[in-house]
């Protein structure tokens, strides 16, 4: 098992960044998929980005060449850069672990974009 803390987000113009970080309560070195994902209201929960212990990483298709999922194993810490927001990227952002086929979430993130 596996505790989960997002944190990061907030308002953000149009074009700015953000840096999301993920806190795991114990060492994810054996963790085969760390994932971002985001709903936004009135949608269903999306994949966003996903990184495996082997270096993979994957993209959804409208966040590609924007954002950017890291991990630092050493600091127990998965992290998604986010660059040239757009207003449909306003979503609250979960961070998850994927352990032995269970799926373990944070609490979430909001990330709010708007002028």
């Known amino acids: 098992q596996v505790q989960l803390v997002e944190s990061g987000g907030g308002l953000v113009q149009p074009g700015g960044s953000l840096r999301l970080s993920c806190a795991a309560s114990?060492?994810?070195?054996?963790?085969?998929?760390m994932a971002w994902y985001r709903q936004a209201p009135g949608e269903e929960r999306e994949l966003v980005a996903s990184?495996?212990?082997?270096?993979?990483?994957n993209y959804a298709e409208s966040v590609k060449g924007r954002f950017t999922i890291s991990r630092d194993n050493a600091q127990n810490t998965v992290y998604l850069q986010i660059n040239s927001l757009r207003p449909e990227d306003t979503a609250v952002y979960y961070c998850?672990?994927?352990?032995?086929?269970?799926?373990?979430w944070g609490q979430g993130t909001q990330v709010t974009v708007s002028s």
């Open positions: 998850n672990a994927l352990i032995r086929l269970l799926a373990y």
């Open positions: 114990k060492s994810i070195d054996s963790v085969n998929t």
């Open positions: 990184s495996t212990r082997w270096g993979s990483t």
